[in-house]
Nanobody
Framework: QLQIVESGGGLVQPGGSLRLSCVVSGFTLDHYAIGWFRQAPGKEREGVSCISASGAVTDYKESVKGRFTISKDNAKNTVYLQMNSLKPEDTAVYYC????????????????????WGQGTQVTVSS
């Protein structure tokens, strides 16, 4: 049975760092693309960063490039989002989502592309 569980969110001051973790069970990450998405109050959900099944390709929202890094540990079936230099506008619920297509040759960091979602973890950046 597939389970996606995010953790690592919290309250951090501007300029601070957080590392989000997403543990997947029921699927092996080396065959599926996976990504991080976020939704702020009153706003639509948006893609933050995604990584292909092979791990060779990553994609980032323009506003987080140079600050956020996505990575995955296939042995632990876990994907991470290291977030540095956090800004108040990064405040949102962050979701981990998996593309259910096995070894898909296509790769997009769009929420409609992803089939399975975690419950989310709150990130609040505030002084």
């Amino acid at each position: 049975q597939l389970q996606i569980v995010e953790s690592g969110g919290g309250l951090v001051q501007p300029g601070g760092s957080l590392r989000l973790s997403c543990v997947v069970s029921g699927f092996t990450l080396d065959h599926y693309a996976i990504g991080w998405f976020r939704q702020a109050p009153g706003k639509e959900r948006e893609g933050v960063s995604c990584i292909s099944a092979s791990g060779a390709v990553t994609d980032y929202k323009e506003s987080v490039k140079g600050r956020f890094t996505i990575s995955k540990d296939n042995a632990k079936n876990t994907v991470y989002l290291q977030m540095n230099s956090l800004k108040p506008e990064d405040t949102a619920v962050y979701y981990c989502a998996l593309d259910g297509a096995y070894n898909s040759g296509d790769f997009y960091c769009l929420d409609a592309w992803y089939d399975y979602w975690g419950q989310g973890t709150q990130v609040t950046v505030s002084s």
